[in-house]
């Protein structure tokens, strides 16, 4: 069976600080992957979306970055992060643009 | 951009009792689906609906959608605290391209008090 693993489970940083958020998925290959920021209590804004090793497409202008160095490997970061950076961060999966499954996401306060 | 509009944004209810929730769009949808997020939580895939008109049922929870493919409901019987919750529904797409991913709506707040 897939699993997708997200680390760190939370993480408060001050701001100007840089980030580096994972994401792992197990048990399929060539998966598409997603980064998404929610808000509190908010949907989910869609960041980063990749089809293969080294494609990235952005949704959103912002100080964020994404890569995705393996198969199955999604990596997202920052080189000075912002107060409105803050948020749930959720990373996701799916094998042909429809079901995604979702990571237990990472909870990132900017101080 | 394709939007989904859920209504309503909050409700809270007490145990026992039944509700509907919604999800509109004035885009044609070639499936759609509905999570559930628990607090701290990533969202948990509940059902995927892809013909018009199609009813499935889980447990307690019905979906259904709609004819012409552009909305959605879910219907929860004898609501209980378990079902509390963000719900939010997400639908899919495609030009001639392939899919083009998926849309999510801003999600409905369920609270259901004991």
């Known amino acids: 069976s897939q699993t997708i693993h997200q680390w760190p489970a939370t993480l408060v940083q001050p701001v100007g600080s840089p980030l580096s958020l994972e994401c792992t998925v197990e048990?399929?290959?060539?998966?598409?992957l997603y980064w998404y920021r929610q808000a509190a209590g908010r949907g989910l804004q869609l960041l980063f979306y990749?089809?293969?090793?080294?494609?990235i497409s952005s949704e959103v202008p912002q100080n964020l970055s994404a890569s995705r160095p393996q198969d199955r490997q999604f990596i997202l970061s920052s080189k000075k992060l912002l107060l409105s950076d803050s948020g749930f961060y959720l990373c996701?999966?799916?094998?042909?643009?429809?079901?995604?499954?979702f990571g237990p996401g990472t909870r990132l306060t900017v101080t | 951009t394709q939007l989904l509009e859920q209504s309503p944004q909050f409700l809270s209810i007490q145990e026992g009792e039944n509700l509907t929730v919604y999800c509109n769009s004035s885009?044609?949808?070639?499936?759609l689906q509905w999570y559930r997020q628990e607090p701290g939580e990533g969202p948990v895939l509940l059902v995927t609906?892809?013909?018009?008109?199609e009813v499935k049922k889980l447990k307690r929870l019905t979906f259904q959608f709609g004819d012409a493919r552009k909305d959605s409901s879910l219907h929860i019987t004898a609501a209980q605290p378990g079902d509390t919750g963000l719900y939010l529904c997400?639908?899919?797409?495609?030009?001639?391209?392939?899919?083009?991913?998926?849309?999510f709506g801003k999600g409905t707040h369920l609270i259901i008090q004991p």
């Open positions: 990749s089809v293969g090793i080294g494609q």
């Open positions: 609906v892809v013909t018009g008109g």
């Open positions: 997400a639908g899919v797409t495609y030009s001639g391209g392939g899919a083009d991913g998926l849309t």
């Open positions: 048990g399929t290959s060539n998966p598409n």
């Open positions: 996701a999966w799916d094998r042909d643009n429809r079901e995604q499954y």
């Open positions: 885009s044609v949808f070639s499936s």
